[in-house]
């Protein structure tokens, strides 16, 4: 007894997230689920997407998926942004594919990063709201003054009015062009002319050049200057984040995001995880005449290059493995660099500073003992 869209439409005003959720073995956008997305009209930058269950199929076939479900949202949502959508499986059923569960992983953290986050950018959010709706507050005034302008003083009235609004998409295009209005400003015209219909045109207001003038100059003058107490604000208070549920605990221990992968493998071992490697580091280090147990950085460029990698991830493999900044490296030091150069193209990413299990043992300082 109620129009779901509406209801929906709603609540996108005024929910900082809206996620859309797709099966990806039974990928479909039924006709109600194309209504429904439609009504988030105008909320485009709030809009996440998540291929769940992407377990039930396998690699290749995942590749299709998302490809087919770019295609279908693209019919359904109108807008030059490409959406973000996450890759995973958000149920407790186990992995029925495991070949991709570091990428389930990381998407899942990038999602749960992206909802924590929401109370930073609420300010953010209430402001965009508040230019949204003066910008529609703008045009609709155009619309409500062109309207009565066109209206008749006496005869003809009734058929004057069903003229206009049965001319509804070219008025709006004719104000486009008038006053440089982007189309998306503009609202829906079906709703539009439904609206219309039960109002008397000769009680509208004629336009107020100066009213427009305020909002123009609210959209262009004001909005900076609270953008930057926002951030000043936000810069002066703790960083909020959402809590609990799915963000407490599930990522405790050993099963946090990348334990005991990429860099940070071997954090619990004793022994330094790049040693079960060095001896075949080794045999290619000293093919580059090492001198007094050191290579030079030359010497070491000319066999890091050979991993194809860009020289901009290469130069922060070279400071990390580069422990005592001599410009050299030792057998330990060049190790490391190799055990990095493996890392990044395993496709993990790189610490910002070198963790100290990563640290060559002959690197490490020795403990203070206290007498």
Same mark, same amino acid.
């Given at each position: 007894?109620?129009?779901?869209?509406?209801?929906?439409?709603?609540?996108?005003?005024?929910?900082?997230?809206i996620?859309? *959720?797709?099966?990806? &073995?039974?990928?479909? +956008? $039924?006709?109600e689920?194309? @209504?429904?997305?439609?009504? #988030?009209?105008g909320?485009?930058?709030?809009?996440?997407?998540?291929?769940?269950?992407?377990?039930?199929?396998?690699?290749?076939q995942?590749?299709?998926?998302?490809?087919?479900?770019?295609?279908?949202l693209?019919?359904?949502?109108?807008?030059?942004?490409?959406?973000?959508?996450?890759?995973?499986?958000?149920?407790?059923?186990?992995?029925?594919?495991?070949?991709?569960?570091?990428?389930?992983?990381?998407?899942?953290?990038?999602?749960?990063?992206?909802?924590?986050?929401?109370?930073?950018?609420?300010?953010?959010?209430?402001?965009n709201d508040l230019?949204?709706?003066?910008? *529609?507050?703008?045009? &609709?005034a155009?619309? +409500? $003054?062109?309207?009565?302008? @066109?209206?008749?003083?006496? #005869?003809?009235?009734?058929?004057?009015?069903?003229?206009?609004?049965?001319?509804?998409?070219?008025?709006y295009?004719?104000?486009?062009?008038?006053?440089?209005?982007?189309?998306?400003?503009?609202?829906?015209?079906?709703?539009?002319?439904?609206?219309?219909?039960?109002?008397?045109?000769?009680?509208?207001h004629?336009?107020?050049?100066?009213?427009?003038?305020?909002?123009?100059?609210?959209?262009?003058?004001?909005?900076?200057s609270?953008m930057?107490?926002?951030?000043?604000?936000?810069?002066?208070?703790?960083?909020?984040?959402?809590?609990?549920?799915?963000?407490?605990?599930?990522?405790?221990g050993?099963f946090?995001?990348?334990?005991?992968e990429?860099?940070?493998e071997?954090?619990?071992?004793?022994?330094?995880?790049?040693?079960?490697?060095?001896?075949?580091?080794?045999?290619?280090?000293?093919?580059?005449?090492?001198?007094?147990?050191?290579?030079?950085?030359?010497s070491?460029?000319?066999?890091?290059?050979?991993?194809?990698?860009?020289?901009?991830?290469?130069?922060?493999?070279?400071?990390?493995?580069d422990?005592?900044?001599d410009?050299?490296?030792?057998?330990?030091?060049?190790?490391?660099?190799?055990?990095?150069?493996?890392?990044?193209?395993?496709?993990?990413?790189?610490?910002?500073?070198?963790p100290?299990?990563?640290?060559?043992?002959?690197?490490r300082?020795?403990?203070?003992?206290?007498?």
């Open positions: 007894g109620y129009d779901f869209c509406q209801v929906l439409q709603w609540f996108a005003e005024r929910v900082d997230r996620i859309l *959720l797709f099966d990806a &073995h039974k990928l479909d +956008i $039924s006709d689920f194309s @209504e429904a997305i439609k009504s #988030f009209r909320q485009d930058d709030k809009i996440r997407v998540v291929l769940n269950k992407a377990d039930q199929v396998d690699t290749q995942l590749m299709r998926v998302y490809g087919a479900l770019m295609w279908s693209g019919k359904v949502i109108n807008t030059p942004e490409v959406l973000r959508v996450y890759i995973g499986s958000f149920w407790a059923h186990p992995l029925r594919n495991t070949e991709n569960r570091r990428l389930f992983e990381a998407e899942a953290q990038d999602l749960f990063k992206d909802i924590q986050s929401l109370p930073q950018k609420a300010a953010v959010r209430k402001l230019i949204k709706r003066a910008r *529609l507050a703008k045009v &609709h155009y619309i +409500i $003054s062109y309207l009565k302008k @066109e209206m008749p003083s006496v #005869f003809g009235k009734e058929n004057k009015k069903k003229e206009l609004i049965s001319r509804l998409p070219e008025i295009i004719q104000l486009q062009r008038e006053y440089h209005i982007s189309a998306g400003d503009f609202p829906e015209v079906k709703k539009m002319q439904e609206l219309l219909e039960t109002c008397d045109f000769t009680k509208f004629s336009l107020k050049p100066k009213l427009i003038e305020a909002v123009d100059n609210m959209l262009a003058n004001k909005i900076a609270l930057s107490l926002i951030r000043q604000e936000e810069s002066n208070m703790p960083t909020e984040i959402v809590h609990g549920g799915a963000f407490d605990g599930t990522m405790a050993p946090g995001h990348g334990y005991g990429g860099a940070k071997g954090a619990d071992e004793d022994e330094w995880v790049v040693a079960k490697d060095k001896p075949a580091y080794d045999e290619i280090f000293y093919t580059l005449s090492p001198i007094n147990g050191k290579i030079s950085g030359i070491a460029k000319k066999e890091m290059v050979t991993s194809k990698l860009p020289n901009s991830v290469l130069g922060k493999i070279w400071k990390l493995a422990c005592d900044g410009g050299m490296l030792d057998d330990e030091e060049f190790a490391l660099a190799k055990h990095l150069i493996k890392i990044k193209l395993d496709g993990y990413e790189l610490p910002g500073t070198l100290p299990h990563l640290v060559p043992p002959s690197h300082k020795p403990f203070q003992t206290a007498e």
